[in-house]
């Protein structure tokens, strides 16, 4: 099995920066992307920042500019850097990832989306 483990949430004050990481461990082939989301209280999740796996990223409009998402030196892991955090930004962070798994000697694969359990990030404002 898959798992995701997030962690560097916590609370900051207006302006303040956090980093998140996530680590990915389990049976992984290969992993196509990894994304960081969130959702505040009452709202939709929604993306935050994505990087695939040739390095591409994409970023919310609210967040370019303030947010750096990247892959680790570490295998299958991702961070997230927040700076200039406002407290619209609070929410519980999620980590996600899309992996590819071999599922027969053919050499066929599958992905298959995968999620962390989520750390909150509290912006005091």
């Not at 302006?15 to 009452?42: E, F, H, N, V």
């Not at 992996?99 to 050499?107: D, F």
């Not at 298959?112 to 912006?123: A, H, N, P, R, S």
């Amino acid at each position: 099995q898959v798992q995701l483990v997030e962690s560097g949430g916590g609370l900051v004050e207006t302006g303040g920066s956090l980093r998140l990481s996530c680590a990915a461990s389990g049976r992984i082939d290969s992993i196509k992307a990894m994304a960081w989301y969130r959702q505040a209280p009452g709202s939709e999740r929604e993306l935050v920042a994505r990087i695939t796996s040739d390095g591409s990223t994409n970023y919310e409009d609210s967040v370019k500019g303030r947010c750096t998402i990247s892959r680790g030196n570490v295998k299958n892991t991702v961070y997230l850097q927040m700076n200039s955090l406002k407290p619209e930004d609070t929410a519980v962070y999620y980590c996600y990832a899309l992996i590819e798994r071999v599922v027969n000697v053919e050499g066929a694969r599958v992905a298959k989306d995968y999620w962390g359990q989520g750390t909150l990030v509290t912006v005091s404002s």
